[in-house]
Nanobody, 116 residues
Framework: QVELVESGGGLVQVGDSLTLSCTAS????????MGWFRQAPGKEREFVAA??????NIYYADSLKGRFTISRDNGGVYLRMIHLKPEDTAVYYC???????????WGQGTQVTVSS
């Protein structure tokens, strides 16, 4: 599993937008399905969105449909978030899916804090 590096988080206000990026350290992304997850303080890590290599299959957590958009290119996978809410505050992680499931290694993530 290659090292994945997340970036783009920050402190924003309610209603603001952010775009997160995930790149593979030192190389282009694999052709595996890529996904975004998040972990809020005191909560389990949860699935946010996933996209396959071609972008023909995209999945979102039901509660996030319409506000979050996942995309990818050879350089990375991205998560565009609009109309951010305080409950979106979390550390956001990307990962890649192997035949055995999501990768066991997690990066540092990128912190998103939505202030009201």
């Amino acid at each position: 599993q290659v090292e994945l590096v997340e970036s783009g988080g920050g402190l924003v206000q309610v209603g603001d937008s952010l775009t997160l990026s995930c790149t593979a350290s030192g190389r282009t992304l694999s052709s595996n399905t890529m996904g975004w997850f998040r972990q809020a303080p005191g909560k389990e890590r949860e699935f946010v969105a996933a996209i396959n290599w071609s972008g023909s299959n995209i999945y979102y957590a039901d509660s996030l449909k319409g506000r979050f958009t996942i995309s990818r290119d050879n350089g990375g996978v991205y998560l565009r978030m609009i109309h951010l809410k305080p409950e979106d505050t979390a550390v956001y992680y990307c990962n890649e899916e192997f035949p055995t499931g999501w990768g066991a290694e997690w990066g540092q993530g990128t912190q998103v804090t939505v202030s009201s």
